[in-house]
């Protein structure tokens, strides 16, 4: 069955806000989750607070097909390695891992 949050065409998807564009390119290029929707929000909430919402956000089809169209655009302006990603986005993908597990900030 095909993923819905990628194969919506941009024109069925619900627009989003600005703040909502702006956490997806900053979770695009790198922030966590919870760093993109304080940064996008301009929150000083309760950590936990901050994870809920993020990850609230995260999973509106909507944002998350702009995070894979932001990505997927990173990508195409890169040097293409043998897998097809660059070393870059490697690399953010493990950082990004990495915050997400608590291992960094």
Do not use: W
Request: some cysteine; hydrophobic content about 35%.
């Amino acid at each position: 069955m095909p993923n819905l949050n990628t194969t919506l065409s941009p024109l069925l998807m619900p627009l989003l806000t600005h703040k909502q564009r702006q956490f997806a390119r900053y979770f695009a290029d790198g922030c966590s989750l919870a760093a993109a929707y304080r940064r996008a929000y301009n929150t000083h909430a309760k950590p936990n607070t901050v994870r809920v919402e993020a990850c609230r956000l995260n999973r509106k089809p909507g944002i998350a097909a702009e995070i894979n169209r932001l990505i997927g655009n990173d990508m195409d302006t890169g040097t293409a390695s043998q897998n097809g990603l660059t070393t870059r986005d490697r690399l953010r993908a493990l950082i990004r891992q990495a915050r997400s597990l608590g291992l960094m900030r």
